[in-house]
């Protein structure tokens, strides 16, 4: 009897079954998935990290070797570097006279 109650409830139990082993393969391979992805962001994460770490150690450098050079031409030049600083000075200070003096208008 293919109708009968207890075919139906053990076809039931058969198909919950079932799901139940199926539920838990797809939370394994999910699982598995999820650790592949994580694992996946950690090593792209950690690349960032040593390329921003390059990036920042070169910047430094190149920074420092600016910074010794113009100390060298301070040094070697000290008049020059004055006359620089003096008209830097003054043409700034001529911007903001200019500058002030158009706001009052």
């Known amino acids: 009897m293919a109708n009968s ?3 139906d409830g053990h076809a039931l139990t058969d198909g919950t079954a079932r799901m139940v082993n199926g539920a838990g393969r797809l939370k ?3 699982a598995a998935a999820g650790h592949d992805l994580s694992e996946t962001a950690k090593g792209g994460v950690e690349a960032a990290g040593h390329q921003v770490t390059r990036t920042v150690d ?10 010794d ?10 008049w020059r570097s ?4 003096a008209g830097a000075a003054a043409s700034i200070g001529l911007l ?3 500058l002030s ?5």
């Open 5 to 7: 109650p207890t075919n």
């Open 28 to 30: 394994q391979h999910l």
């Open 58 to 67: 070169a910047a430094t450098h190149r920074a420092q070797s600016a910074i």
């Open 69 to 78: 050079r113009i100390g060298k031409e301070v040094s070697n030049h000290p």
């Open 82 to 85: 004055l006359a620089v600083a």
């Open 96 to 98: 903001i006279g200019f």
């Open 101 to 105: 003096l158009r706001s009052r208008k």
